[in-house]
């Protein structure tokens, strides 16, 4: 009989904590052949500085751990998934000429593969900028469904422009999404039904901000 005294465990060093009642349903729903990837699009507009869009992309990612969370059997194969925080990272930004539709790097096979590296696991946000004219761009940026949804993607683009325009971070403290799901484990065990009916609240540690302007006409 194992005991978790003579269980052995994975040789690794990972961290894990406990999925959020969302993220648990997202996660079972990619069990079933569900896209593992959330791709967010966004239309720029004004000259835009790809060194600075990398230095901001990277910035946003140490800032909120969500955007460098990755999702592992952290005990074994048979485990629970856990969200594990990696190191912060700068994120290669793929660059091509054209519309996303026309040379799209993030499809289904790719995505797929892409998943099945360590590298990837480490660093799972992506992001991809399309050249249409000098002064249009489309941005996009793909992260695992269980970290990246419709509301985030919108408040993750308003701190990103605020970040490129060399604004400096958020005045309030960030609630990072760990932490916002220990307290819903917490503080609602008997609510599960309700929340899994609420809407998105995967966005908690991104929603300090407010829509701004064009990130391409962002000062120096």
């Known amino acids: 009989m194992k005991t978790a005294e003579n269980m052995a465990l994975p040789e690794n060093n990972w961290e894990g904590f406990p999925l959020s009642f969302q993220q648990q349903q997202l996660i079972k729903q990619t069990t079933r052949n569900s896209p593992q990837y959330f791709s967010a699009t966004y239309s720029l507009s004004g000259a835009l500085d790809p060194n600075r869009l990398i230095a901001a992309l990277s910035t946003l990612i140490n800032e909120h751990e969500i955007l460098?969370?990755?999702?592992?059997?952290?005990?074994?194969?048979?485990?629970?998934?856990?969200?594990?925080?990696n190191d912060p990272y700068q994120p290669e930004l793929i660059m091509a000429d054209g519309e996303p539709s026309d040379v799209n790097p993030f499809n289904e096979e790719?995505?797929?593969?892409?998943?099945?590296?360590?590298?990837?696991?480490?660093?799972?946000?992506?992001?991809?900028?399309?050249?249409?004219?000098?002064?249009?761009?489309?941005?996009?940026?793909?992260?695992?469904?269980?970290?990246?949804?419709?509301?985030?993607?919108?408040?993750?683009?308003?701190?990103?422009?605020?970040?490129?325009?060399?604004?400096?971070?958020?005045?309030?403290?960030?609630?990072?999404?760990v932490d916002f799901a220990q307290w819903q484990r917490e503080d609602f065990p008997r609510k599960l039904p309700l929340l899994m009916s609420s809407p998105s609240l995967l966005c908690v540690c991104l929603s300090n901000s407010s829509p701004t302007a064009r990130i391409g006409n962002a000062a120096p």
């Not at 460098?68 to 925080?85: A, C, Y």
């Open 68 to 85: 460098r969370t990755s999702f592992r059997n952290v005990l074994g194969e048979n485990s629970d998934v856990l969200m594990v925080i």
């Open 110 to 177: 790719e995505a797929a593969s892409a998943c099945a590296s360590l590298t990837a696991r480490e660093r799972p946000l992506k992001a991809a900028l399309y050249r249409i004219t000098a002064d249009r761009h489309t941005l996009v940026i793909s992260l695992p469904t269980a970290s990246l949804d419709y509301a985030s993607a919108d408040a993750m683009m308003v701190a990103l422009s605020r970040l490129y325009a060399g604004e400096a971070g958020t005045s309030s403290p960030i609630v990072q999404y």
